[in-house]
Nanobody
Framework: EVQPVQSGGGLVQAGGSLRLSCTVS????????IEWFRQVPGKEREVLIC????????YYADSVKGRFNISSDNAKNTVFLHMHSLKPEDTAVYYC?????????????????WGQGTQVTVSS
């Protein structure tokens, strides 16, 4: 199975916005949820948000509610992470991931595919 391919990210000032993309195979897109995680060096990976064909959008991190959102382009098998009102503490490597089914999961050990990771740096 082809691994997810991420794009986007980079350097942004506090208060700015960024959009990350995660493109998966058509088979994966039709049969699985897609999730976003982030990780800061020295800290555990944090699950942020999930888009499920069955459950819709599920937020896991209170710190991003109201600022981050998730959407998809079904024709391109792509899921987007929209990040607004960015803060320096949002600086991390962001990963998209695919869980074992079309249901969301907060556990990273339930992920069967991972994107390559994208650095997001928010300057103060």
């Amino acid at each position: 199975e082809v691994q997810p391919v991420q794009s986007g990210g980079g350097l942004v000032q506090a208060g700015g916005s960024l959009r990350l993309s995660c493109t998966v195979s058509a088979r994966t897109f039709d049969r699985h949820a897609i999730e976003w995680f982030r990780q800061v060096p020295g800290k555990e990976r944090e699950v942020l948000i999930c888009l499920s064909p069955k459950d819709g959008i599920e937020y896991y991190a209170d710190s991003v509610k109201g600022r981050f959102n998730i959407s998809s382009d079904n024709a391109k098998n792509t899921v987007f992470l929209h990040m607004h009102s960015l803060k320096p503490e949002d600086t991390a490597v962001y990963y998209c991931a695919v869980p074992t089914s079309w249901y969301c999961s907060s556990a990273d050990f339930m992920m069967i595919q991972w994107g390559q990771g994208t650095q997001v740096t928010v300057s103060s």
